[in-house]
């Protein structure tokens, strides 16, 4: 940042006329107006890059947190009676740093959901074990043969009204893979997002459990 020398210098020349009537020459009254003007200037750039440094580690702070945390603390700052200054500008920086996890934990969620759907596919017409939580949450291993699957659904021979409802599903629900469940002999859905191992052509990828 540098400073603009021709406000300065107006700025210095309105300070020393206002003192036209002291003792002091044109002279010293204009450099005294200068001492004081550079230093108010120097004190603001002082201020600003401070400001800057504690925007950044505010920033900095809340980046790597869940939104999940972050939906809490807006709650609760929405909720308090009053905010004042840096509980605004708290709110600010939570509120832009939620949109930002959002997107991060969604896309990482995107990369993750494609890479089971892989692990299963590649089975084809082998068998591959997949454990994950169901909806009531209790734990489910299925066999699977993910190529048998289009031998058992209408796919481009549905009606269009079935095409569309597919393709709602898929979009709605990115989280669950249909699949063909060897034993039970029946199309079932694995929710992505709670598997737990994929075993496929001998060798069990784990994965963390959801949330």
Known sequence: MTF???QIMTEAWTIARRF?????TWGQRLSRALKLVWWNAKEALRRAVENARLAVEKASALAGRTAASL??????????????????ERLA????????????EADAEAEDFAAKRALIASAQ?????ITFIKADGSRRVMRVQP?????HVKGEAASEAGRKAAETRAQ???????????????????NLATVLSIKVDGATHSF???G
Do not use: M, Y
């Open 147 to 151: 190529a048998a699957l289009k031998f």
């Open 172 to 190: 709605r629900h990115p989280n669950l893979l249909p699949v063909w469940d060897a034993e039970a002999k029946a199309p079932r859905s694995v």
């Open 208 to 210: 963390p459990p959801a």
């Open 125 to 129: 017409g082998r068998f591959c074990v």
């Open 20 to 24: 036209a009537g002291n003792r002091e």
């Open 4 to 6: 603009d020398r021709t």
């Open 71 to 88: 939906r809490a603390e807006i709650e609760q700052l929405e909720n308090t009676d009053r905010l004042g200054f840096d509980g605004i």
């Open 93 to 104: 920086a939570a509120r832009r740093a939620l949109g930002e996890a959002v997107a991060r």
